[in-house]
């Protein structure tokens, strides 16, 4: 931590500078530089706009969520049973465990290829939180729930929405 | 230079890219699925044989066109009858501003990158994107502490390429 006021270079996390006595406290809070770290910061999750989930039960077809899936133009179907969310099955589940043998197990139900309880943040999440569980975890989508009922569903895309809704003018970039 | 300022001349290799998984025109729909799920990809990009992009093949078009009642490919079939003709594309000597707009306002979770002369060099995917815009901002996304827990001791922060105004002070 490089003291403002002298310059000499103290130890991170120091409550003071070691040769000017100046309180570095306040340097160690968080500081934003940027309107998206801004927003990243203080907004909650549920400001990206959330989309209403498709749901489906354990007891779904392949075949059907499939279908639902296409019908619903969407890459993702939640599944809920008992009034509470046991598992997601994506296009990624589609891919590496249905695609090759699809005549084989389209009747079978969904509960036997979804990845099960997947992670879900609850509103008034900050999100910087949201971003570090999607993009340390490699999850393109993030079930939202609200006093523990589902809410809603965001995705990677949501993230770029927010960059150009905190920088409008990026917008207008001759492409 | 702030972030603003940065995506607008930083080019699109700041994000980085891998090596794209390409096939002939000629290759089947079930040769392609199987590289999609040995490679772990989601796209596959057809070329002629001078790296001349043809087409893209997606998760989407597996869903849709393959395994959809909808559709109406066939494993057998030549991937050419499926993929996405031309796709839209970003070029290497390109800004990061450029990019991330077509591959917003697109819907796109793939962007195929080509070099200056228009060959294929890799694919550029949203989770690339998304990873690059946490890593700009290291403090903030990933020493954010856990709710109801707020020591920020190792607050040591890599340096960022738009952030040097701690050094300037």
Known sequence: ?175 | MDFFSYLQTARVESVGFRPPESVGSDATVAEVIDIMQSRRVGCILVVSSERVLEGIFTERDLMRKVLSHQGDAEFGDPIAKVMTKDPVTVREDETLAVLFRRMYEGGFRHMPLLDSAGRLLGTVSIKRVVSFLADQFPETVYNLPPRGWSSRKNSARPARAHDLSLLQL
């Open chain 1, 1 to 175: 931590m490089i003291c403002p006021s002298c310059s000499f270079d103290n130890l991170e996390g120091a409550d003071s500078c070691a040769a000017c006595l100046m309180d570095l406290r306040a340097l160690d809070e968080p500081r934003t530089e940027d309107s998206l770290e801004d927003s990243l910061m203080h907004e909650p999750v549920e400001s990206l706009g959330p989309k209403t989930a498709v749901t489906v039960t354990p007891e779904t077809t392949i075949r059907d969520a499939l279908e639902c899936m296409v019908e619903n133009n969407i890459g993702c179907v939640l599944v809920v049973g008992e009034g509470r969310v046991v598992g997601i099955f994506s296009e990624r589940d589609l891919l590496l465990r249905v695609a090759g043998r699809m005549d084989e197990v389209e009747d079978q139900p969904i509960s036997r290829f979804m990845t099960v309880s997947p992670q879900m943040l609850e509103v008034g999440t900050p999100l910087a939180f949201a971003l570090n569980r999607m993009s340390l975890n490699d999850f393109r989508h993030l079930p939202l729930t609200e006093g523990g009922g589902l809410l809603g569903i965001i995705s990677l895309r949501d993230f770029l929405g927010l960059l150009f809704r905190s920088h409008p003018n990026l917008a207008a970039t001759d492409a």
